[in-house]
């Protein structure tokens, strides 16, 4: 079978196996591959199949939900399909209220723009957990679940000489990577043997190695071409929560860089779950639909996962009759007829906005394509704004296809909008699209330089307190130290945004010292900004994102302990150096993004 590009197959000489997990928003799972299999087939990688006993028949997938649950003592008790089932059964009983059931968590990481190691979870009761052991719980379990496997024929799994890559959306902060870093290493894994990988660059990675046969476009077509040496292309990476894009070049000797910086934004498939309950809501009343959550909790699981089926399916239909049905429970009609006194379908004809929508044959729900298209269509809005801003931008110019990966992408609305806004573009949907993420974080393992360059967000630099100048600085940053008059807040600019940076590189080196003779620790502020040229660390669009923490050299005056510091752009994780000038000793440094 032909490849899709002809890419070094040289695997890292130290990683003998390698081992990925996907820790998403809805759903989770793990791969894993040996080094001498990846360097024979890189695409010889090995998933587990989860199996789900609820209900009339046996679920398998290739991922499991992405849930867990405590105990009331705080212990933890399962993950995935067993917590989800175990929720239920205490549910049935009535004995689920003091249990922590935590859904869906995985974007507090994005929205919560204050994290910190004590950010706390709140479950579907409002018991709250340290978020921090509710993500290193998952982890482990994940971790411990392939650990344990001993079924790979002729081979063995040996934690000491794996080496784990834990996949996050590119469009997360530094807080939210060193988040997940502390969690999985909570979790037992070494920091030394972990890496993280960005997810739709790991999606990508996957598609070209691909055979050319299972990377076709919306038509068909195969898209070899597209992964050509100098071929520019977009990975949108549709996920459960967010929507995460990159931009990609292809350089002459295969490697990638990346052109335009990550962007994206909450746009995932569980909004359209989210608008699917709010028109649930709108059909039977907020009320009902309460009720029917919390003590009916088996059926609106079964419910929502009809819904997760039909959800890649439902597509754009030419006849305004074609109904889409759902199987509604017997215990929303009976909890409306408590509530209201009588049966809520009778009660459609009295909602002016529905009743031409919505029809009900026996315990079945017809919804007109309208109505379905109305579930899409704000989620399909963002994005289709979103892509359009960016292809207007000249660093996109000549990427002329969209590589589609990710949960979301399978959905036939997503690909239908896409086609309709973008008809220039090529839309390419590779087979497995929903595991394109986990299978290209393996690859990565194996090759973490495929991606030699990246473009930087955000405008990083320090905030320094240099001499005052009153030609230069405001007389509002006026502050006298010692019986010296500094300048306060002063960005010290260390790279622009939008600067292309090889991977690993470090740019200029920047030399700080205390500001008094007696510290023997230096804690040196970072800010970022999108602007370009911020001059201090209180303008506009600045913000605090964290510390570079230096052990200081011993030395009597401020000046003997003057130090070095750098930061290495480029990777999937900002890192720092800093040794003392006048000795050159390398000094202990660390960043703290989470406070």
């Given at each position: 079978?032909?490849?899709?590009?002809?890419?070094?197959?040289?695997?890292?000489?130290?990683?003998?196996?390698?081992?990925?997990?996907?820790?998403?928003?809805?759903?989770?799972?793990?791969?894993?591959?040996?080094?001498?299999?990846?360097?024979?087939?890189?695409?010889?990688?090995?998933?587990?199949?989860?199996?789900?006993?609820?209900?009339?028949?046996?679920?398998?997938?290739?991922?499991?939900?992405?849930?867990?649950?405590?105990?009331?003592?705080?212990?933890?008790?399962?993950?995935?399909?067993?917590?989800?089932?175990?929720?239920?059964?205490?549910?049935?009983?009535?004995?689920?209220?003091?249990?922590?059931?935590?859904?869906?968590?995985?974007?507090?990481?994005?929205?919560?723009?204050?994290?910190?190691?004590?950010?706390?979870?709140?479950?579907?009761?409002?018991?709250?957990?340290?978020?921090?052991?509710?993500?290193?719980?998952?982890?482990?379990?994940?971790?411990?679940?392939?650990?344990?496997?001993?079924?790979?024929?002729?081979?063995?799994?040996?934690?000491?000489?794996?080496?784990?890559?834990?996949?996050?959306?590119?469009?997360?902060?530094?807080?939210?990577?060193?988040?997940?870093?502390?969690?999985?290493?909570?979790?037992?894994?070494?920091?030394?043997?972990?890496?993280?990988?960005?997810?739709?660059?790991?999606?990508?990675?996957?598609?070209?190695?691909?055979?050319?046969?299972?990377?076709?476009?919306?038509?068909?077509?195969?898209?070899?071409?597209?992964?050509?040496?100098?071929?520019?292309?977009?990975?949108?990476?549709?996920?459960?929560?967010?929507?995460?894009?990159?931009?990609?070049?292809?350089?002459?000797?295969?490697?990638?860089?990346?052109?335009?910086?990550?962007?994206?934004?909450?746009?995932?498939?569980?909004t359209v779950d989210k608008a699917f309950v709010s028109f649930l809501e709108e059909v039977t009343g907020p009320e009902v639909m309460q009720i029917f959550k919390t003590q009916h909790k088996e059926d609106f699981l079964q419910l929502m996962?009809?819904?997760?089926?039909?959800?890649?399916?439902?597509?754009?239909?030419?006849?305004?009759?074609?109904?889409?049905?759902?199987?509604?429970?017997?215990?929303?009609?009976?909890?409306?007829?408590?509530?209201?006194?009588?049966?809520?379908?009778?009660?459609?004809?009295?909602?002016?906005?529905?009743?031409?929508?919505?029809?009900?044959?026996?315990?079945?729900?017809?919804?007109?394509?309208?109505?379905?298209?109305?579930?899409?269509?704000?989620?399909?809005?963002?994005?289709?704004?979103?892509?359009?801003?960016?292809?207007?931008?000249?660093?996109?110019?000549?990427?002329?296809?969209?590589?589609?990966?990710?949960?979301?992408?399978?959905?036939?609305?997503?690909?239908?909008?896409?086609?309709?806004?973008?008809?220039?573009?090529?839309?390419?949907?590779?087979?497995?699209?929903?595991?394109?993420?986990?299978?290209?974080?393996?690859?990565?393992?194996?090759?973490?330089?495929?991606?030699?360059?990246?473009?930087?967000?955000?405008?990083?630099?320090?905030?320094?307190?240099?001499?005052?100048?009153?030609?230069?600085?405001?007389?509002?940053?006026?502050?006298?130290?010692?019986?010296?008059?500094?300048?306060?807040?002063?960005?010290?600019?260390?790279?622009?945004?939008?600067?292309?940076?090889?991977?690993?590189?470090?740019?200029?080196?920047?030399?700080?010292?205390?500001?008094?003779?007696?510290?023997?620790?230096?804690?040196?502020?970072?800010?970022?900004?999108?602007?370009?040229?911020?001059?201090?660390?209180?303008?506009?669009?600045?913000?605090?994102?964290?510390?570079?923490?230096?052990?200081?050299?011993?030395?009597?005056?401020?000046?003997?302990?003057?130090?070095?510091?750098?930061?290495?752009?480029?990777?999937?994780?900002?890192?720092?150096?800093?040794?003392?000038?006048?000795?050159?000793?390398?000094?202990?440094?660390?960043?703290?993004?989470?406070?």
């Amino acid at each position: 079978m032909a490849s899709a590009l002809p890419v070094s197959l040289q695997a890292t000489k130290d990683r003998l196996q390698v081992a990925a997990i996907d820790f998403g928003t809805t759903y989770s799972g793990y791969a894993f591959s040996f080094r001498t299999d990846f360097l024979e087939n890189p695409l010889k990688i090995l998933t587990n199949k989860w199996e789900s006993q609820g209900g009339s028949a046996t679920l398998v997938s290739m991922k499991t939900p992405s849930c867990v649950l405590f105990s009331p003592d705080g212990k933890f008790d399962s993950f995935g399909y067993d917590a989800e089932e175990k929720y239920l059964t205490l549910a049935m009983d009535e004995q689920h209220t003091r249990w922590f059931y935590f859904k869906n968590f995985k974007m507090l990481l994005y929205e919560n723009k204050n994290l910190t190691r004590s950010t706390q979870l709140t479950d579907d009761k409002g018991l709250k957990m340290p978020a921090h052991k509710v993500f290193s719980a998952c982890i482990r379990y994940l971790k411990d679940h392939l650990v344990n496997l001993q079924s790979v024929p002729g081979k063995s799994l040996k934690f000491r000489e794996m080496h784990w890559v834990l996949t996050v959306p590119a469009i997360w902060d530094d807080s939210a990577k060193q988040f997940m870093r502390e969690a999985a290493v909570e979790a037992g894994i070494a920091t030394e043997n972990l890496s993280l990988a960005l997810e739709p660059e790991a999606a990508a990675l996957y598609c070209r190695y691909l055979p050319m046969e299972k990377v076709v476009d919306s038509a068909g077509k195969a898209s070899i071409e597209s992964f050509a040496p100098g071929k520019r292309y977009l990975v949108l990476d549709a996920g459960g929560g967010t929507i995460d894009i990159t931009v990609h070049e292809t350089l002459p000797d295969g490697t990638v860089k990346e052109v335009y910086k990550a962007n994206g934004g909450p746009w995932g498939g569980t909004t359209v779950d989210k608008a699917f309950v709010s028109f649930l809501e709108e059909v039977t009343g907020p009320e009902v639909m309460q009720i029917f959550k919390t003590q009916h909790k088996e059926d609106f699981l079964q419910l929502m996962r009809e819904f997760e089926i039909k959800k890649k399916t439902m597509e754009p239909k030419d006849d305004p009759d074609a109904k889409t049905m759902f199987r509604m429970p017997l215990a929303i009609h009976e909890t409306f007829r408590t509530v209201n006194g009588t049966d809520f379908r009778m009660s459609l004809l009295l909602k002016q906005n529905l009743k031409d929508n919505v029809t009900f044959t026996g315990d079945k729900m017809r919804v007109k394509p309208a109505q379905i298209q109305a579930l899409f269509q704000k989620t399909i809005d963002h994005i289709v704004n979103h892509l359009t801003d960016i292809f207007k931008r000249p660093e996109v110019q000549g990427a002329n296809m969209i590589l589609m990966v990710g949960g979301f992408s399978e959905s036939k609305m997503l690909q239908n909008a896409l086609k309709k806004n973008f008809p220039s573009k090529q839309l390419v949907i590779p087979e497995d699209a929903g595991l394109a993420v986990l299978k290209g974080a393996v690859i990565f393992g194996h090759k973490p330089d495929a991606i030699v360059a990246r473009v930087t967000p955000l405008t990083y630099g320090i905030e320094i307190w240099p001499h005052f100048d009153a030609s230069r600085h405001p007389r509002s940053k006026l502050k006298m130290i010692d019986g010296i008059a500094r300048c306060a807040d002063y960005f010290d600019k260390h790279i622009e945004a939008d600067t292309e940076v090889q991977a690993g590189k470090t740019f200029e080196e920047k030399q700080y010292f205390p500001l008094t003779d007696d510290q023997t620790k230096m804690s040196i502020k970072i800010f970022a900004s999108p602007n370009k040229n911020p001059r201090y660390t209180d303008d506009s669009g600045c913000s605090f994102k964290g510390k570079i923490l230096v052990n200081l050299p011993d030395g009597k005056t401020a000046n003997e302990k003057e130090v070095v510091v750098k930061m290495i752009y480029g990777n999937t994780e900002l890192k720092v150096e800093a040794r003392v000038v006048k000795t050159g000793t390398v000094l202990s440094a660390t960043l703290d993004f989470l406070g």
